[in-house]
């Protein structure tokens, strides 16, 4: 991985949970890194995510939505790793313009900057499983059909082949990954816009019990964000990653009743509780999802390494140490 | 076809191609028709298309960016039948931001209308083939794998998933078809902008040599705009095509070398030249494409019933009636 070392690169969405993480590690690497992050309350974005590196980092506070900034900022870099998003199913379906301005409107403008200012750069776009909609069969490839549940699925889908459209036409090189459940240090946890392991951290540390929708039954795939961020270097690296879907995976899908289970095991105590779904969220509830991870692990050799009982131990862990800045900025502060 | 007499139907594009002939067979039906239109002179809107049912329908000269205008238009409509567009493959690359905002933004702009003001409303939605991009396999069915070429691709596939997402989540009732190159009276003949038949055809009757691209091998199958009418209608009437996608096809998929022999034949003269793809096409090409239309035949009951050389001739008639008034408009008369 010395091919980061000394290269430009900005992150967007870099000071929410995975930029951050891939922030450290490029940091790591000997590269010159610039954050572009809006801190919107409701997304991922908190400073403390980057408290260690903040000093050995370029920090630009502001929106992907601010096209003429992008355009400036995305100028001379060697690499995008493209992270900025609305994550929330259900903000998607409250407020749809705003999911379609950020994940589908500004990957356009991205893009366009890219085209006319910077045609050299190589692009990670970082997509997600929920196009996939409910799995017509199991494990998903990256062939399975595209079936949409929420608006958000629908935006995400057209940022994503924004990028391969100006991959396969234009040839800006872009890789996309479509993630499932990521989690980890970082993560957000006060509630369960990123994924629902957020809100399940928060409860137990806080003393609650955990609520787990349906029949508990529905099962996930979950990935470390560590083995994310590889997932991303991997595809940035490598040429032949340009114009390529993956999916990212994991080896142990689980239930949500029996990921409760192994996470108040982890934490050493904790309560759960069976409750019926939520109605907006059965609306766009999508069944039992995991991914077949098989063309990034032959293709660049990606496999995940941190399995899920050990992430969760190391995930709790950062939580009771660093808690407090993960909850004081729910107040506010 | 009795279910149209006295409803209340409302048309987006309707002073265009297909939504003319729409508003035409609607009027003989007895519908209380209204034709929304931008009159944008690059797109499909003529007034010369709605000549003889003009005192008949009710004439909105809109846009359907115009959050307000649709919010008012749409309410007490019993349908919906969703045509505006933008339409040109080439032109989205060249102003992806107004492909977006038309075929995507103001698409969930009407349907949250619909939400808001007329859940009960029903929607006929006209997508496209071009987001199945280069055909996977022959012939194309609906579970074909999305992989749109062009930004035109993505958004229409973007503006197509909200009508589907809207159907599920919210129960606003909505079909989609997806159509193939759809042919015959009104179609814009000024340029390619809507399907090459158009352009073709004018130049045949100006006496031009007509121009195929590549090797003239690529297949392609025709939809007549009377058989595409008949099929909005059907979606329209069924409550079984609720939520469904459904393509057309033809029964006699053609290459473009024969189909340019088989207009002039019909023509009565005229020549072509086979020639080079322009680069701006090429790169968006996506060789043959037929599609499989035995969903809708079994469910609804469609098929087409104009052959292509039956359909061609109906066509150079119209154009060799009303020549000037789509030669005309071009000069910005």
Redesign the interface.
């Known amino acids: 991985m010395d091919c980061f070392r000394d290269r430009k690169i900005i992150i967007t969405g870099g000071i929410g949970f995975i930029g951050a993480n891939l922030a450290e590690r490029l940091v790591q690497l000997g590269a010159q890194v610039t954050l572009v992050d809006s801190l919107i309350p409701e997304y991922g974005g908190n400073l403390w995510n980057i408290e260690p590196i903040k000093d050995r980092v370029r920090i630009n506070i502001s929106d992907v939505r601010d096209e003429h900034a992008m355009k400036y900022l995305i100028q001379g870099q060697d690499f995008l790793f493209n992270l900025a998003g609305q994550t929330s199913h259900v903000d998607s ?1 409250n407020n ?2 705003t999911d ?1 301005e950020i994940n ?2 500004s990957q ?2 991205i893009l ?1 900057a890219c085209r006319r200012h910077n045609p050299g750069i190589k692009i990670v776009f970082a997509s997600t499983r929920q196009m996939y909609g409910a799995p017509q069969y199991l494990p998903v490839d990256e ?1 399975h ?2 079936s ?4 958000n ?3 995400k ?2 940022g994503e ?2 990028h391969l ?1 100006y991959n ?2 234009y040839g800006i090189r872009s890789s996309v990954l479509r993630l499932t459940n990521t989690y980890g240090p970082r993560m957000r946890v006060k509630d369960a816009r990123q994924t629902f392991l957020g809100i399940w951290i928060r409860l137990l540390l806080e003393g609650k019990a955990l609520q787990v929708f349906g029949d508990g039954k529905q099962v996930r795939d979950f990935s470390y964000v560590d083995d994310v961020v590889e997932a991303m270097l991997l595809c940035a690296a490598s040429e032949d990653a340009n114009g390529e879907i993956f999916n990212l995976g994991a080896d142990d899908p689980i239930n949500l009743k029996d990921t409760a289970e192994l996470l108040i095991r982890v934490t050493g105590g904790g309560e759960y509780r069976i409750v019926p779904f939520p109605p907006d969220r059965k ?2 509830d999508i069944g039992d999802y995991y991914a077949d991870y098989r063309k990034i692990r032959s293709k660049l050799g990606w496999k995940p390494t941190v399995p899920l009982e050990q992430g969760l131990a190391r995930t709790m862990a950062y939580y009771r140490e660093h808690a407090g800045h993960y909850w004081e900025a729910e107040n506010g502060a």
Chains 1, 2 share one sequence.
């Open positions: 379906m749809p313009y379609l589908a409107r356009l403008s366009e062939r059909p595209l949409p549940v929420d608006v699925g629908i935006n889908m057209a082949w924004y459209v396969n036409v609306a766009i």
